[in-house]
Nanobody, 123 residues
Framework: QLQASGGGLVQAGGSLRLSCATS????????MGWFRQAPGKEREFVAA????????YYTESVKGRFTISRDNAKNTIYLQMYSLKPEDTAVYYC??????????????????WGQGTQVTVSS
């Protein structure tokens, strides 16, 4: 349903772009998001986008550094990450929600999850 890609190893200050392609029922999602999970920590919200209209949401720690975007024709969302910091190191997951809602920050509101892609930022 969701295929995430684009993770890797980068030095602090560098950039990466993550992609997440949708298929199947996830194709009909109302909004999609990116979450991340560092070792020993809870999975946390990073960013989300509403398919229709493109409204975006970010967690405070990534505002001004990360940009979420969508390509409706390709049924794909992206997370462009700039000025990466070691604390951004985590497995990043994309997720899709079928619910017509703006409660995009809660992982419980997502119906489909991608397999995760590792982002490692070295200092």
């Amino acid at each position: 349903q969701l295929q995430a890609s684009g993770g890797g190893l980068v030095q602090a200050g560098g950039s990466l772009r993550l992609s997440c392609a949708t298929s199947g029922r996830a194709f009909s999602s109302y909004y999609m998001g990116w979450f991340r999970q560092a070792p020993g920590k809870e999975r946390e919200f990073v960013a989300a986008i509403i398919w229709s209209g493109g409204t975006t949401y970010y967690t405070e720690s990534v505002k001004g550094r990360f940009t979420i975007s969508r390509d409706n024709a390709k049924n794909t969302i992206y997370l462009q990450m700039y000025s990466l910091k070691p604390e951004d190191t985590a497995v990043y997951y994309c997720a899709a929600s079928l619910r017509v809602s703006t409660l995009v920050r809660r992982k419980e509101n997502y119906d489909y999850w991608g397999q995760g892609t590792q982002v490692t930022v070295s200092s």
